[in-house]
């Protein structure tokens, strides 16, 4: 039954009269995805995530009913899945390992530098230091200056008291 989703999608497309390349142009998917999934060749695809969207989509914009392609593809490949399970030479099921993680590890969070936040902690730390020079700057400024009128003021006020 999985044989008859690339019939499918292949008669689709040819009744309608449209190139794998139109197709693809117009769906956003490669090409030789495309004809891969009119073939069945599942192995092209990096994971099984991208042969299901990939089917979805291509059946929609066909007009087909995209969840029945769907699952007739995911029951075909839990059928293999299951087979690859089985060790014909022993007539024994394989399962998964697996490990425990250490309560020691559990407990600790590891602390992680990554680039771009050690960046910015250290633009962060120029700005602050940047605004803090500036303040001590201007008050070093306006320190300066203050005894200067000081002065001018008070001798300007005892010249307007003298007459």
């Not at 495309?34 to 979805?56: C, G, N, R, T």
């Not at 309560?103 to 633009?123: M, T």
Request: aromatic share 10%; glycine share 4%.
């Amino acid at each position: 039954m999985a044989e008859d989703i690339g019939k499918q999608l292949q008669e689709a497309r040819r009744s309608r009269e449209i190139s794998l390349e139109q197709v693809s142009k117009e769906i956003k998917i490669g090409p030789r995805y495309l004809q891969a999934l009119e073939k069945e060749d599942y192995d092209v695809f990096p994971a099984d995530i991208y042969v299901v969207s990939f089917l979805s989509c291509y059946a929609r914009y066909l007009g087909l009913d995209a969840e029945l392609l769907v699952n007739i593809y995911k029951r075909g490949c839990s059928r293999e899945k299951d087979k690859l399970k089985l060790n014909p030479k022993l007539n024994i099921v394989t399962g998964h390992i697996t490990v425990e993680k250490p309560i020691l590890r559990e407990r600790i969070i590891p602390f992680r530098i990554r680039k771009k936040s050690f960046i910015r902690f250290v633009l962060a730390i120029g700005i602050l230091a940047g605004a803090f020079l500036l303040a001590i700057y201007y008050l070093r400024l306006t320190y300066d200056e203050f005894p200067k009128q000081a002065k001018i003021k008070s001798a300007v006020s005892l010249d307007v008291l003298k007459k």
